[in-house]
């Protein structure tokens, strides 16, 4: 099997600036796709892009535009978070209800063209949070394809683990809460006018979720969810989820992304 080569010179490159191309490398011998991504989260911080695989036009829109705020929406981000829950994850199996409908996915994501997204998390250290991202563009992956990219997630996890352990291990740690980057955004488009409820709202409508399951993630009726929207808009001035997640994306733009890129000790990818 092409694998098992692959995994050896995987495993031969850890540690070298060859390591996340020979890791591309042998995935594909696992399953064929187009495009890989490497992400590192610590915390809140700008996302580390250790690794892609994109031609130029692409590389704009999912890597430094995904920088400038969208990945907080990201629900790979979101699952990188804790609780934390390693392994391969279809990007379907981690999004929130309405993550199809919602203004993330229409605004943003759907501007990829993507087919599908699979992507394996591993935690590499006590701070940083990897997730090695694999695209289609012209059909999902099958369930056969799925069993197969998690027969060998063992060694892709220890390999990456090993390779990235280092990584992002100095500097301060980033602001611990997604809460404190959206609070600030919307403090500086909201004039502080919303209250912590109705900041809840806002962040989990952005990232998909129905009124029926905003009700049941804050123990309120959908009724009482969609009046705390009402009232956002109101004092947003705005009338829509799209001028919501526009507000949104305006407010981390304008904000000079507040965390900044995580400080690290990184080797070469």
Known sequence: MAWYAA???LIEAIGSPAFAGALAEGLREVVPYEFTVIFGYVGSATPLALFDDFPADRRRLHVEEYQAGPYLLDPFYLASRDPFAPGLWRLREIAPDRFYQGEYYRNYYAQTGLAEEVGYLIEANHRLRVVVSLMRKEKRFTTAEIRALREIWPIVEAAAR???????LDGPSPAPLIEGRIEEAFRS?????LTPREREVV???LRGHSAEAIGRLLGISPGTVRIHRRNIYAKLRISSQGELFSAFLAAMLQ???ADGPAQCRQVDT
């Open 7 to 9: 995994a050896g010179r």
């Open 162 to 168: 090993k390779h990235w352990q280092e990584v992002a």
């Open 189 to 193: 488009i909201g004039q502080g006018v």
């Open 203 to 205: 962040e989990l409508t």
């Open 255 to 257: 904000s000079g992304s």
